[in-house]
Structure formats: structure tokens, C-alpha cells
């Protein structure tokens, strides 16, 4: 069984960023926009306000501040399930609501991670995936 935990990014608890560099996400750093243009991603960091899943101690998911991106580090379908699992909980039970609008630089409705997130409770709406507390 996976061992999922939904931290601050900024908590002790979280070895990232501070005792450890960030992973390389699943996100290339930079990408081109649909202009040609080039548009560089989001990065994780010891932020106040984002969050970090990891999954049997390893990095899964990093939440931006107001969640509306999300950067993910995983690929397996077991271990985005339990971080998904992990998030939704700790929103409900201690934010309240997230919406997220992009992960990995793309729209969240449709994603493998997205799939997983409404899975565990997440709703696809036109702006992204919603979750409110119950």
C-alpha cells in the first residue's frame, strides 16, 4: 500500500528545496506557445501558500499557490491516484476549495493526472477541475 502525505511546501516535514533539489518534472522548463513564442514554466519552490505531495517519500505533485497549476514528477497510475487521493483530503479537510486550471503547462480536463484527480473527487468544469469541501 502507497503512502501518500499532502504537506506545505514550505513545512520542515518536506525535504525538497531544502535538503534535497527539486526533481525534474514531467513539464519540459520551457515550451513554445501556439504564437512561436517562448513561454517558460512554472517551477517549484519553497513557496508560502503551495503544496507538495509525496508518495512513499517521494516528490509526486507540487501545487502552485491558489492551485490553479499544478507540476507533477510521476507517471505511474498507483502513485498519482494515492497523491490524488492524499490532495483531495487535505483540501476538504483544511483549505476548502482548489481549482486547477493547468498541469504540466496543459489544460487539467483530460490529462492522465487530471483523470486521477476527478477520480478522487475533483469536478471538470470549462475553467479547469474544482474541488470544494463538503
Known amino acids: 500500500m502507497l503512502k501518500a502525505v499532502t504537506l506545505a511546501a514550505t513545512d520542515p516535514a518536506s525535504p525538497y528545496g531544502a535538503a534535497l533539489a527539486w526533481p525534474i518534472s514531467n513539464a519540459a522548463e520551457t515550451s513554445t506557445s501556439s504564437a512561436g513564442e517562448s513561454v517558460k514554466r512554472h517551477r517549484p519552490g519553497r513557496k508560502a501558500g503551495a503544496i507538495v505531495v509525496m508518495v512513499d517519500g517521494a516528490l509526486a505533485l507540487y501545487v502552485e499557490r491558489g492551485g490553479k497549476t499544478v507540476l507533477s514528477f510521476v507517471n505511474d497510475d498507483d502513485v498519482l ?26 489544460f487539467a480536463v483530460g490529462t492522465l493526472i487530471g483523470s486521477a484527480l476527478v477520480e478522487a473527487g475533483f469536478v471538470a468544469t470549462p475553467q479547469g477541475l474544482r474541488l470544494r469541501s463538503s
Not at 490524488?84 to 496543459?106: C, F, H, K, Y
Open 81 to 106: 491516484a494515492a497523491a490524488a487521493r492524499s490532495l483531495v483530503s487535505t483540501v476538504r479537510d483544511r483549505i476548502g476549495a482548489l481549482r486547477i486550471e493547468r498541469i504540466n503547462g496543459d
